[in-house]
C-alpha cells in the first residue's frame, strides 16, 4: 500500500446516490491494506426531489441516523482489523431552515467525522446539465464559489471541507478551468478555513474525469503557504472500485505542496498521519 492508509470520505446505500452495501466498501478497504476507513453518507436536508433525476420515491439524501450508527457499531464486531468511523457528509445550503436541521445533526449523534460540502447553488446541483444551460461556465463557477464561502460563513460546524471546486468536475467540455480568474474567492475560503480550524479535504473523485483532484493542487499549495496544516483524504467512493482511487499519486503531491501528513478524526478531534 502506499504512504496513504486511510480513505475518510466513503458512501454506502444509506446515501440516495449509491446501492453499495457497507460490508463491501470494508471487504475492498481490506483487500487494498488500508488500516482505517470512514462512512460519510449523504445527509443533505431539503435537497429539492424536483432537483433529481430520476425522481426519488422517497425525500432524497437523508437516512435513518440510529440505524446507520447501528450498522457501523456490528460491523466493526465483525472487523477488528480495520478502524472503521462514523461520519456524514453534511449538505450546505444557507437557509434558516436548513442551516438550524444542519445544527442538530452535528451537535449530537456522536460523530467521529463530519465533511462539510455543497451540492447545491440556487437549488440546482452542478452535476445536472440544467446548472450550466444557457450561462457561461465561468460564472457559473464564480457563482458555485461565491455560494461556498456564504454557506461557510454562515454555518461551520464540520471538521473538513469536501471537494472545494466540486463545481468543476460537471463544467461542459469546453470549459478551461483558469484557476488565477477565481483565486482571490478560493483564498477567503482558505483564509476562513484555517481561522475555523477547518481541514481541506482532497477529494480523488476529480481525478475519473481530469488530471487533477479536488481541489485543484495549487489550491493545496496556497492553503499550506497561508499556514494551513489540516489535510483529509477520500475517494468519494460509491462503489467498491472506486475505492482508495489514485492514492498512489498522493503522497507525492501533498509533499510538493509542503505537508508530511494528513488527518483522520476519531470523536471529531484531529489524529495526525506522516506520509
Same mark, same amino acid.
Given at each position: ?59 432524497? +439524501? #437523508?437516512?435513518?441516523?440510529?440505524? @446507520?450508527?447501528?450498522? $457501523? *457499531? ?9 478502524? =472503521? ?89 469546453? +470549459? #478551461?478551468?483558469?484557476?488565477?480568474? @477565481?483565486?482571490?474567492? $478560493? *483564498? ?9 480550524? =477547518? ?77
Amino acid at each position: 500500500m502506499t504512504g496513504i492508509g486511510c480513505d475518510t470520505h466513503i458512501h454506502s446505500e444509506y446515501s440516495t446516490d449509491s446501492q453499495t452495501p457497507m460490508e463491501a466498501q470494508i471487504q475492498q478497504a481490506l483487500r487494498l491494506g488500508l488500516s482505517e476507513i470512514c462512512f460519510t453518507d449523504h445527509m443533505d436536508y431539503d435537497f429539492p426531489e424536483e432537483a433529481m433525476n430520476p425522481p426519488c420515491e422517497k425525500p432524497p +439524501f #437523508v437516512f435513518d441516523i440510529t440505524d @446507520y450508527q447501528r450498522k $457501523i *457499531e456490528s460491523l466493526r464486531q465483525v472487523y477488528p482489523e480495520i478502524t =472503521i468511523g462514523t461520519g456524514v457528509e453534511c449538505g450546505l445550503q444557507n437557509t434558516q431552515e436548513t442551516i438550524e436541521k444542519n445544527r442538530q445533526l452535528t451537535k449530537g449523534n456522536n460523530w467521529d467525522y463530519i465533511i462539510g460540502s455543497l451540492h447545491l447553488v440556487r437549488k440546482t446541483d452542478p452535476y445536472y446539465p440544467a446548472f450550466w444551460e444557457g450561462k457561461k461556465a465561468e460564472n457559473c463557477v464564480r457563482l458555485y464559489l461565491e455560494e461556498l464561502l456564504d454557506n461557510i460563513t454562515a454555518f461551520s460546524d464540520f471538521d473538513s471541507l469536501g471537494h472545494l471546486d466540486y463545481v468543476v468536475r460537471y463544467a461542459p467540455d469546453s +470549459f #478551461v478551468y483558469r484557476l488565477e480568474e @477565481y483565486f482571490e474567492i $478560493i *483564498e477567503e475560503i482558505l483564509a476562513l478555513l484555517i481561522r475555523k480550524d =477547518i481541514a481541506l479535504e482532497i477529494n480523488t473523485s476529480g481525478l475519473k474525469s481530469s488530471d487533477m483532484p479536488n481541489p485543484h493542487l495549487s489550491v493545496l499549495t496556497r492553503y499550506v503557504q497561508m499556514g494551513g496544516e489540516l489535510v483529509t483524504i477520500g475517494s468519494d467512493a460509491h462503489t467498491p472500485n472506486y475505492l482508495g482511487y489514485q492514492f498512489e499519486r498522493l503522497p507525492e503531491w501533498i509533499k510538493k505542496a509542503g505537508l508530511r501528513q494528513y488527518v483522520t478524526y476519531r470523536a471529531r478531534k484531529p489524529i495526525f498521519h506522516s506520509i
